[in-house]
């Protein structure tokens, strides 16, 4: 019987759901608690930073792991226990250096189980059917997202952050339980290993789970990065950090922003609750419409909604500091419009960079990516704070949309080659 995404052959991935819903209701509420405890943006930002750091040291750390010891269960399960744990700490501590460290295990273990469910996508679906069953991850993935947040919008109403925290650590142990029940460890196979490993395999995870190092940071070299400086991919690799950093320019401070106008706790919940929603409603859709409309046009057009987002975030910035109610029916907007267009400009470079990787490159390739977009993501989560501490909110979202533009203009400039050379052919 042939290998289908049906909802019996896909149960293993049910982990995702509670696993996603503890790791980012604490990501999220972190910042709101440190914020609450006197801290600032920078702060905010600096746990967010070592977050993504950490996320970069655990993705080379948890790839040599699986390599090794062929985990899948395993690995899984010890990430939902230490998220668990992690959760339930910060119902005990009130420091901003113990906010940061929790803030920076839980992106150590949460990008843990990225490079399982990568392999466990292509061991249980045919080759032809890998995009559709990592739309089906994203898409139940953000469904977790989803449920942490109106969790928290529902908890914050009548009680404070840190037994919110608490929440987190429940999901984490159930995720544990449906890892026991449903997902299994199969023979480890060379083409499972490579496949580990492939960039096509886990370029739809680190959308959602920033800079997965595919290879271990001493097998990069600067003289690898300058090898492919002259190459198109490169166009395409820089888009993709000044994507990223755009992206943190707006999220990594807009908590902040939030509370600095007086929007309270659930309402922060409530507009991140409607940012993942319009994830899971429109991600469905993504498929059909990069196939029908062609990566380059759709990469195009999944700069528009995201463009409009942050502009909008710049006027809530400028206009309504100081107008809760109208700050968060901007926030509203925003949230929706810059994710609806993350989600099908990352649908769209998913399938670019499924067929991008030629034969005997690979490893370079990786290596760039790599490189490019973890210092999009750090440089963009520090500099949130900075900007935003020393020129504004209004002033950092205006470079998140400077920062987007000349993400485009790569993007498009790379495209345009990739027809020339497919016409040359």
């Known amino acids: ?7 019996t052959s896909r149960k293993w991935s049910w982990y995702l759901v509670p696993l996603n819903a503890s790791s ?16 600032q943006v920078r702060e905010v930002a600096i746990a967010m930073f070592l977050s993504n750091l950490a996320m970069t040291l655990g993705a080379v750390f948890w790839g040599r792991l699986i390599d090794a010891m062929h985990w899948r269960k395993t690995i899984i399960g010890l990430c939902s226990v230490a998220i668990a744990i992690t959760c339930a700490a910060m119902y005990f501590v009130s420091s901003m250096p113990s906010l940061m460290l929790l803030s920076a295990l839980i992106g150590f273990f949460s990008v843990g189980a990225a490079p399982v469910t990568n392999l466990l996508v292509m061991e249980k679906s045919r080759k032809e059917e890998w995009l559709k069953t990592f ?23 009548q ?42 395999a886990l370029v739809d995870r680190f959308k959602h789970l920033p800079m997965m190092f595919l290879k271990p940071v001493s097998d990069f070299s600067l003289s690898k990065l300058k090898a ?15 994507f990223f950093l755009s992206g943190n320019l707006l999220y990594t401070p807009y908590t902040p922003f939030l509370k600095s106008g007086g929007v309270t706790d659930s309402q922060v919940f409530l507009a991140y609750t409607i940012l993942h929603m319009s994830k899971v409603f429109f991600l469905p859709f993504n498929y059909g419409l990069v196939a029908a409309g062609g990566e380059e046009k759709m990469g195009k057009v999944a700069y528009i909604p995201r463009m409009f987002g942050i502009v909008l975030a710049v006027a809530a910035a400028f206009l309504f500091a100081s107008d809760p109610s109208s700050m968060l029916m901007m926030t509203l907007a925003v949230f929706v419009a810059a994710e609806v267009g ?43 704070g900075e900007v935003a501490a020393t020129f504004g909110y209004g002033i950092t979202f205006a470079l998140a949309v400077g920062f987007l533009g ?20």
């Open 1 to 7: 019987m042939q290998a289908s995404v049906s909802l």
């Open 24 to 39: 980012c209701g604490l990501s999220t509420i972190i910042p709101i608690y440190m914020l609450a405890l006197g801290g």
């Open 135 to 157: 739309s089906w991850t994203s898409l139940i993935s953000a469904a977790g997202l989803v449920i942490a947040m109106v969790a928290g919008y529902l908890w914050l109403m």
């Open 159 to 200: 009680h404070d952050a840190q037994s919110y925290a608490l929440i987190c650590s429940a999901m984490a142990i159930s995720s544990l339980a449906l890892t026991i029940i449903f997902v299994k460890d199969p023979p480890a196979t060379l083409e499972h290993k490579a496949i580990a490993k492939s960039h096509a």
């Open 228 to 242: 492919s400086l002259s190459r198109k991919e490169f166009l395409f690799f820089a888009a993709t950090g000044l």
């Open 342 to 384: 993350f989600s099908l400009w990352s649908t769209t470079t998913t399938s670019s960079l499924f067929n991008m990787i030629p034969n005997g490159r690979a490893g370079s390739v990786l290596g760039v990516n790599s490189a490019i977009t973890g210092a999009g993501l750090l440089v963009g989560s520090i500099a949130a």
């Open 406 to 425: 000349a993400s485009f203009a790569l993007l498009s400039k790379y495209f345009r080659k990739l027809v020339v050379l497919k016409a040359a052919a």
